[in-house]
């Protein structure tokens, strides 16, 4: 049985999670845990359970628990940013975010549950390179 941590991210962009539909799976153990989505992008069809996404935060909600960034394409809610260990700076509306979480729903809004959050304002090229690193490993999918 692979665990969360275990699976493989998927370098994506907002609009494409939209795309997802769910799948079940056979093993009804791992279902409980792990949900599999398969998307269709730029005419690929890829199965994914963990995404990584990058972008903007445009609004951080401590009572909820939520986060909103916007990658240009769209939005996604990050959920459950408090419960992730060693981080160690508060999220803060403005900065340039990596995301990497378990796609939770594919609505309008995309939900992630957060596996881990990091800033990456300081590291200018990380935004100016994301799309390309995106367009890439869309390339290298079968």
């Not at 939520?66 to 403005?94: H, M, N, Q, R, Y």
Request: aromatic letters at 4%; glycine letters at 4%; charged letters at 25%.
């Amino acid at each position: 049985m692979s665990k969360l941590l275990d699976l493989p991210s998927r370098k994506v962009f907002v609009s494409d999670l939209r795309t997802c539909q769910r799948i079940q799976s056979e093993d009804s153990d791992q279902t409980k845990k792990t949900k599999t989505w398969q998307m269709n992008c730029h005419g690929r069809q890829l199965q994914l359970s963990v995404v990584w996404i990058q972008g903007t935060v445009t609004e951080v909600d401590d009572r909820s628990d939520v986060v909103l960034v916007d990658d240009s394409t769209g939005t996604a809610k990050i959920l459950g940013c408090s419960k992730i260990p060693f981080l160690w700076e508060k999220i803060k509306i403005g900065q340039y975010v990596m995301v990497i979480g378990q796609l939770a729903n594919a609505e309008s809004i995309p939900q992630l549950r957060a596996i881990k959050v990091q800033n990456l304002s300081h590291m200018l090229e990380t935004e100016e390179s994301w799309s390309l690193e995106v367009a890439d490993q869309m390339m290298l999918v079968t």
